[in-house]
């Protein structure tokens, strides 16, 4: 089993920045593929950004690219999504997301094993 916390949420006014942190614990890869995936209320869950252990292939969500970025620290199994330029429609609880290793990224929730409890992301207009 893998287990996830997340960390850095809060309220921020638009135009800032937040930084998420996500560290991993159990039996955890460094090799493992991360990610993270968000949910505003009445919606979807919605893919944000994810991954590779490498860090050799990243994949970002189209509302993401260009203001977000993911980065990870495998010597503190973290990962990190740093968020740029937020707006009132980056409302959400965010989650970050583990799975075993593959040659690619996924993009889709069901590909992914282990979550975490989810951050709450809440920008002001």
């Known amino acids: 089993q893998v287990q996830l916390v997340e960390s850095g949420g809060g309220l921020v006014q638009a135009g800032g920045s937040l930084r998420l942190s996500c560290a991993a614990s159990?039996?955890?890869?460094?090799?493992?593929?991360m990610a993270w995936f968000r949910q505003a209320p009445g919606k979807e869950r919605e893919f944000v950004a994810a991954?590779?252990?490498?860090?050799?292939?990243?994949r970002y969500g189209d509302s993401a690219k260009g203001r977000f970025a993911i980065s990870r620290d495998n010597a503190k199994n973290t990962v990190y999504l740093q968020m740029n330029s937020l707006k009132p429609e980056d409302t959400a609880v965010y989650y970050c997301?583990?799975?075993?290793?593959?040659?690619?990224?996924?993009?889709?929730?069901?590909?992914?094993?282990?979550w975490g409890q989810g951050t709450q992301v809440t920008v002001s207009s």
């Open positions: 997301a583990a799975r075993p290793p593959t040659p690619f990224v996924p993009m889709t929730s069901g590909s992914y094993d282990f």
């Open positions: 159990g039996r955890t890869s460094s090799r493992y593929v």
């Open positions: 991954m590779l252990w490498s860090g050799s292939s990243t």
